[in-house]
């Protein structure tokens, strides 16, 4: 699997083993960044005994207000936003009622100026 120029010859036995290193650390959370394999995301799931925070896997799109269905599922306790927190500053208001998004622009991300972190519009009261 190779995953942002990362790759992992065996993700399932990866991830295995990786879970079982950390349960003895007691760790408060476990954030993940979801790969193509939904499977390992519910077994670290089931094994994390902790708040579990995801980034869900959406090829092509960006996360969002659907991928809240992960939670009432029990898939995640937190779902994380990524790219449109950076587009939307007031994200969770636009979610809550339902408001159209900002378009993130990749090509501003982490770098540079301030453009990409404090020039996207907030909605209007």
């Known amino acids: 699997m190779t ?3 990362i790759h992992e010859a065996d993700p399932h036995e990866t991830y295995a083993e990786l879970i079982d290193g950390l349960k003895p650390l007691g760790l408060a959370h ?3 960044f979801e790969g193509p394999y ?3 995301t519910l077994m670290l799931r089931k094994e994390f005994d902790g708040t579990f925070i995801l980034n ?3 090829p092509g799109a960006f996360t969002s207000k659907e991928n809240l269905d992960l939670i009432e599922d029990g898939t995640a306790d937190v ?3 990524g790219a449109l927190f950076l587009a939307n500053p007031d994200l969770p208001r636009r ?3 339902d408001k159209p998004l900002n378009t993130p622009d990749p090509t501003t991300f982490y770098g540079g100026d301030h453009r ?3 020039d996207y519009p907030t909605l209007s009261d």
Request: without cysteine; glycine residues 4%.
């Open 38 to 40: 939904r499977d390992i």
């Open 3 to 5: 995953n942002n120029d």
């Open 30 to 32: 476990l954030h993940v």
């Open 116 to 118: 990409g972190y404090t």
């Open 56 to 58: 869900p896997s959406t």
């Open 79 to 81: 779902i994380t936003f």
């Open 95 to 97: 979610l809550a009622e």
